[in-house]
């Protein structure tokens, strides 16, 4: 079983910044390929950025691109998500995912076995 809690979400101003972290437990952390979805009020959830178990591969949804970074830690279990240049649009609660079978997860929720309780992020205008 693998255990993922996220932390670092809040309220900032647009053009503000945000690191959110997801502290993974279980299994070997080097062995899961991880991500980041979203889901704002009333919309489906979507996804935000991906890393491959070791960071030699990353993804991005367009709507983040130059703005948004993923990274890990993998003597520490955790990946990070920098959000820079925020938006009232990026406002949602975002949610942290594991794939623990997979070198790399992708784009869709599919790809994914265990998910974190997720973070809120506000975005004020």
């Known amino acids: 079983q693998v255990q993922l809690v996220e932390s670092g979400g809040g309220l900032v101003q647009a053009g503000g910044s945000l690191r959110l972290s997801c502290a993974a437990s279980?299994?070997?952390?080097?062995?899961?390929?991880m991500g980041w979805f979203r889901q704002a009020p009333g919309k489906e959830r979507e996804f935000v950025i991906c890393i491959s178990r070791i960071g030699s591969i990353t993804d991005y949804a367009d709507f983040v691109k130059g703005r948004f970074t993923i990274s890990r830690d993998n003597a520490k279990n955790t990946v990070f998500l920098q959000m820079n240049s925020l938006k009232p649009e990026d406002t949602a609660v975002y949610y942290c995912?594991?794939?623990?079978?997979?070198?790399?997860?992708?784009?869709?929720?599919?790809?994914?076995?265990?998910w974190g309780q997720g973070t809120q992020v506000t975005v004020s205008s």
């Open positions: 279980g299994r070997t952390f080097r062995s899961y390929a």
């Open positions: 995912a594991a794939s623990v079978d997979r070198y790399y997860g992708g784009r869709s929720y599919v790809g994914y076995d265990y």
